[in-house]
């Protein structure tokens, strides 16, 4: 008699399994065994299952086993490319091939990830003069382009993703053409999603997963509906990035490209049509008077949006403003419109335009009661958001499925939804997750990791140290204990700030406390790219230079040194979200009017998932051992810190400077930074 799944999944990991057999270092998990046995039961019964599994417990062998024997389709969505890579070239071809099942893997990812053939073709049709440099770099991409099946720019040599070049050899939803282009059938994009169509497993990012509904829009097939099995990994990430994707975005940068863009095939195919120069430098003209209105924020500014303008503009110039924009580019439209009938080339331009137009139009319109708008001011351009408080309607979108027609047949099988990542809430229920994706009924699991922090790894809280509204004194000492403990260990730190501010005046106090004169190295992030940070820190000790990285924003979570280049995390201070942000007030505002606490109910959890992210870099392997600093008093003094310490691992605690010092020594004599009984 054949075994179902959950006996299968079972044996599979047992110690002499074939896991173990496919696998040299594999060893039987509980923890692993018990969520690869709940994910086995989702799959076979149907349903929502919300695991928290803590570093170590390997997840990911824990849901693609169930899933991959289960005989279903399998749709996995990740929050990086990083591991949507692991998974396409390693983890899935692994087990693949050791279950012998005769299963089609493909990765799809976002469009900006392909090269255009149409947009490559007009940066050589262009009339503008080009930089040398980036001549250079365009046809490095024309000579790959001839070689590659996937056209996928990773595979480039040296190629950077947000680069001027990548803008002008890849596509945006607002630049594709289309069915009308000449390159349709050799478009990289359309191969990869049919690639993806047709595949056993599918992965893709959480942005891609979002962006399915939009996919539906355009007449492409889902890949969700014929999905049996959804995996989201990396589930913490989920609601910061459908914010993101349900939100509506319109700057002044989108404008001015679609200006270039609109000169350039005017140009080609419409040319002396209409007085195009006229129309476009109108358009132009408009949005830089529109820009003037917010010349006076500083660059950087986030202003409220309640009413008709944001907050702090004059309500007269910025409605001229928008108006005068709107009619510029409905006069463009039309133009467009009259030619379009003639040079069908020109249509996806026009509907390109029409979108934006319908944009505008709705930022002139009051802000929705479920949404919060703001206005973002760079150096250069203005940048208009809109954004759902949450992203609930939008998962139930995906979730639910659609009404089935009278007389027609149900689902062949149920649909399992897995959401797992190491920080999904600091209480049982996992209510920070669950309740912002609207999955209350969902069955929860918290797998903890099988680390023994008790012994590898200290929580220091300085009793004595500034508190963090004295902002200048509180930054100067974070930097000496950063640089006191990088000293004793021969670099290994890093250190993690919660503002820009911070990351600012640590790196500047530790590079004129070390410099030169110490051999360790001071790394600060935006000092150089992100993976040359990585790469250096990684390396460790380098001709006897260590190595201290001081960082923020994408730091915090999915940076993983494991191994003796990183003993010592020090975390600025708790990372409560910024209260004056346009999206916290209004969440604020939110749970506010429904009798709800804001900090209790959304502030705190915010900070306690931040802090055990930040706290996650510093154990990543059963031999790594560490010292975590939390150089913020309201750890000890606030009533509230209780809570947030119990969101942390179970790490030995101390509090006074000969208990830090003595652990930095024995850490940096080869030992266990905690005492042993």
């Given amino acids: 008699m054949p075994l179902n799944l959950h006996d299968q999944v079972a044996a599979a990991f047992v110690q002499d399994g074939w896991l173990a057999r496919a696998e040299p270092h594999f060893r039987p998990r509980p923890g692993q065994t018990a969520m690869a046995l709940a994910v086995a039961r989702t799959v076979e019964d149907g349903g929502v299952l919300v695991v928290e599994a803590g570093t170590g417990v390997g997840k990911t062998f824990s849901y693609l086993v169930p899933a991959l024997l ?77 070689g590659t099946r996937s056209g996928d720019l990773a595979e480039l040599p040296g190629w950077v993703e947000n680069s001027t070049v990548a803008a002008m050899v890849t596509s945006t939803k607002d630049n594709c053409v289309g069915s009308a282009c000449a390159h349709w059938e050799q478009c990289h994009v359309n191969t990869a999603r049919a690639q993806a169509l047709a595949a056993d497993v599918c992965v893709v990012n959480h942005h891609l997963f979002f962006a399915d509904m939009e996919v539906r829009d355009s007449g492409v097939a889902q890949l969700l509906p014929s999905a049996g099995v959804v995996v989201l990994d990396e589930a913490h990430q989920l609601n910061e990035t459908g914010i993101q994707f349900a939100g509506w975005t319109l700057g002044t940068r989108q404008l001015q490209g679609y200006i270039k863009d609109v000169l350039a095939d005017v140009t080609l195919h419409a040319r002396g049509l209409a007085d195009w120069m006229q129309l476009l ?24 949006w309640l009413g008709v303008a944001p907050e702090g503009l004059p309500e007269a110039s910025w409605r001229q403003g928008l108006h005068a924009v709107g009619q510029a580019l409905r006069a463009l439209l039309l133009a467009l419109a009259k030619v379009a009938e003639t040079a069908r080339a020109l249509l996806p331009l026009y509907e390109r335009g029409a979108r934006l137009l319908s944009q505008l139009a709705s930022f002139a319109q009051p802000v929705p009661d479920d949404a919060v708008r703001w206005l973002e001011v760079t150096r250069q351009h203005l940048k208009l958001m809109e954004s759902p408080l949450g992203i609930a309607r939008l998962m139930r979108a995906h979730m639910e499925p659609e009404a089935q027609e009278e007389g027609g047949t149900p689902p062949a099988a149920p649909r399992a939804w897995i959401f797992t990542s190491a920080t999904l809430g600091d209480d049982a229920d996992l209510r920070w997750f669950t309740e912002t994706c609207g999955l209350r009924t969902a069955q929860v699991l918290k797998v903890d990791s099988p680390f023994d922090y008790a012994r590898q790894a200290v929580l220091y809280v300085p009793e004595d140290i500034p508190e963090p509204a004295q902002q200048a004194a509180h930054s100067a000492a974070v930097a000496q204990l950063a640089a006191e403990g990088a000293l004793a260990l021969g670099g290994r730190t890093l250190v993690l700030t919660t503002t820009l501010k911070a990351l600012d005046s640590i790196g500047q106090h530790l590079q004129q406390r070390l410099g030169l004169l110490e051999p360790v190295d001071v790394l600060v992030q935006g000092q150089s790219p992100k993976h040359v940070l990585m790469e250096r820190f990684r390396a460790g000790t380098v001709q006897g230079r260590g190595c201290v990285l001081v960082a923020s924003s994408t730091f915090w979570e999915g940076v993983d040194i494991p191994g003796d280049a990183l003993q010592l995390v020090v975390i600025d201070k708790l990372p409560f979200p910024p209260p004056d942000d346009p999206l916290v007030e209004a969440r604020s505002r939110q749970l506010e009017a429904v009798g709800r606490s804001p900090f209790a109910d959304y502030m705190l959890p915010e900070a306690a998932m ?22 913020d008093v309201r750890l000890r003094t606030k009533a509230y810190g209780r809570r947030l310490v119990q969101a942390l691992p179970a790490m030995h605690r101390i509090g006074s400077t000969a208990a830090w010092r003595q652990a930095l020594a024995r850490l940096a004599g080869g030992a266990s930074p905690v005492e042993e009984d």
């Fill in 70 to 146: 289960s005989g279903q389709r399998v749709l996995i969505s990740t929050a990086t490319k990083a591991l949507q890579d692991q998974l396409f070239l390693r983890d899935v071809p692994r087990l693949v091939q050791a279950l012998g099942l005769p299963l089609r893997v493909a990765r799809l990812k976002g469009r900006s990830s392909y090269l255009c053939l149409h947009r490559l073709g007009q940066v050589h049709q262009s009339r503008v003069p080009l930089d040398p440099q980036v001549l250079r770099a365009v046809a490095r991409v024309q000579d790959w382009s001839h």
């Fill in 281 to 304: 430098a109108q358009l132009e003209q408009a949005i830089n008077a529109w820009r003037a209105v917010g010349g006076a924020c500083p660059p950087g500014s986030r202003l409220r």
């Fill in 610 to 631: 931040a802090l055990k992210q930040g706290a996650g870099r510093l154990i990543r392997r059963e031999t790594d051992r560490g010292i975590l600093v939390v150089a």
